[in-house]
T-cell receptor, first 115, second 111 residues
């Protein structure tokens, strides 16, 4: 499978715990994006990387959220001190440089439930 | 970011054409019009994009109004697998980064 993969697919955690999600983009893609989707809504942009540089962060990304992309390959999204409002699907996408293609390829998502 | 208006839901029958409209009256001159769809329990997938001219690919056709304030995604022969939420997304051209999703149109296909 050469698509975007995300791990885990499902995560249930208690309020106040920390969680970390991983995204592996398509290998030749240098751009990587994180989105969040709550039930019945379209995905909302959180942040994006070009190679290892984090170039944009949404105001939705509070200081409890941190994303990294060491060495410009896989990325992790960590949520500290989870709250029930963090329950959502977290989607990762990757793309080639904008000069080559405008298409973003999405992974299957990680569904987070905070109890 | 340009604001979009799409019907909340549409319904069609299998093997019939489907026309999904989108209004994007505040689109800027350099914004491309992208369409993505999201099948149940999956991440969104790219369908098609265009700037000014109508576009065709193996999945769909995109008809763009001459003033670019609206567009229509055309599925020529709908199948059950086309049941999904369809999002119209005006997006910047070269150098564009994030996608701004609206509510989309939930398409139901009847057998």
């Amino acid at each position: 499978d050469t698509g975007v993969s995300q791990d885990p697919r499902h995560k249930i955690t208690k309020r106040g715990q920390n969680v970390t999600f991983r995204c592996d983009p398509i290998s030749e893609h240098n751009r990587l994006y994180w989105y969040r989707q709550t039930l019945g809504q379209g995905p909302e942009f959180l942040t994006y990387f070009q190679n290892e540089a984090q170039l944009e962060k949404s105001r939705l990304l509070s200081d409890r959220f941190s994303a990294e992309r060491p060495k410009g390959s896989f990325s992790t999204l960590e949520i500290q001190r989870t709250e029930q409002g963090d329950s959502a699907m977290y989607l990762c996408a990757s793309s080639l440089p904008a000069t080559s293609s405008y298409e973003q390829y999405f992974g299957p998502g990680t569904r987070l439930t905070v109890t | 970011d340009a604001k979009t208006t799409q019907p909340n839901s549409m319904e069609s029958n299998e093997e019939e054409p489907v026309h999904l409209p989108c209004n994007h009256s505040t689109i800027s001159g350099t914004d491309y019009i992208h369409w993505y769809r999201q099948l149940p329990s999956q991440g969104p997938e790219y369908v098609i994009h265009g700037l000014t001219s109508n576009v065709n690919n193996r999945m769909a056709s995109l008809a763009i109004a001459e003033d670019r304030k609206s567009s229509t995604l055309i599925l020529h022969r709908a199948t059950l697998r086309d049941a999904a939420v369809y999002y119209c997304i005006p997006n910047g051209g070269q150098g564009a980064q994030k996608l701004v999703f609206g509510q989309g149109t939930r398409l139901t296909i009847n057998p």
